[in-house]
């Protein structure tokens, strides 16, 4: 594969700004486990290796099993693998993900206000929105994951 630019060197502001997202995240009040959860299902979807190797990395050492793990891209079929909001950020992450498809439906958004609150899904959607942009940038400038035992 040919070399890309690198964002951080070639645009460091533009990088600071998304920095700056993530700082955000860091401090919201989402479950640590939640947001490797919706980072580990949006970079599947936008298939970024670099961020899925990174945050099933994450995850694991945040204490997910190595099960739970694995069933990520299968959720629907595993549904008794996750918790009712562990459900329901999965299903939020996707449709706030895959926006060309139908966006994120009126009967998520209602259950996800339900449970949640405003602010904490107000939180989870930046969440998304954050690592949907981490996904675009790596995949656009083909960052490769690191491999601890190639």
């Known amino acids: 594969m040919k070399k890309r630019i690198g964002i951080p060197e070639i645009q460091p502001e533009a990088y600071r700004a998304l920095k700056g997202l993530e700082n955000y995240t860091a401090q919201t009040s989402i479950d640590p486990l939640h947001k490797e959860l919706i980072k580990i299902r949006a970079s599947q979807i936008n298939g970024c290796s670099f961020c ?9 050492k945040k204490g ?64 998304v929105i954050t690592i949907n942009s981490w996904n675009r940038m790596a995949v656009a400038t083909r960052l490769l994951p690191v491999l601890e035992n190639k």
């Open 64 to 127: 997910m099993p190595e099960e739970k793990a694995f069933l990520v891209s299968a959720w629907r079929e595993a549904e008794n693998a996750f918790t009712e909001e562990e459900l329901l950020l999965l299903q939020l992450t996707e449709e706030v993900t895959l926006l060309h498809k139908q966006g994120l439906t009126d009967t998520t958004y209602d259950k996800a206000i339900a449970l949640f609150g405003e602010i904490k899904t107000a939180e989870i959607i930046m969440c």
């Open 52 to 60: 899925l190797n990174m945050h099933v990395k994450d995850a694991r």
